[in-house]
């Protein structure tokens, strides 16, 4: 029994190394989809806040979801993580910002 559970521990050991990268980027995964997809609901599509709040709500909840209407932008939190959104134009869309 004691093997068995030791072989399992180095097996989710080495699984857990070889996809390292993948989850050290799962944090920021929340935060930029919600600034990404809050942006375009609400200043592509022209959805009204509550129906855009709704949308991009997850499973796991965002630490805040701020607007800034004047300047079309979006900032997510979640996870420990920030993601900022804005309008860049009516071809464009919204875009991720660095």
């Known amino acids: 029994m004691k093997r068995i559970l030791l072989v399992l521990l180095l097996v989710l050991l080495a699984s857990g190394w070889s996809e390292r990268q993948a989850l050290s980027d799962f944090p920021s995964?929340?935060?930029a989809y919600s600034a990404?997809?809050?942006?375009?609901?609400?200043?592509v599509m022209g959805f009204d806040e509550?129906?855009?709040?709704?949308y991009v709500k997850q499973y796991l909840p965002l630490g805040r979801l701020e607007e800034d209407s004047r300047a079309r932008s979006v900032r997510a939190e979640g996870l420990g993580r920030l993601s900022e959104a804005a309008w860049?134009?009516?071809?464009?869309g919204c875009?991720?910002?660095?």
């Open 88 to 92: 860049q134009g009516p071809r464009e």
């Open 50 to 54: 509550a129906y855009c709040r709704a």
């Open 36 to 43: 990404k997809e809050y942006c375009s609901c609400r200043f």
């Open 95 to 98: 875009r991720l910002l660095p």
């Open 29 to 31: 995964i929340l935060p």
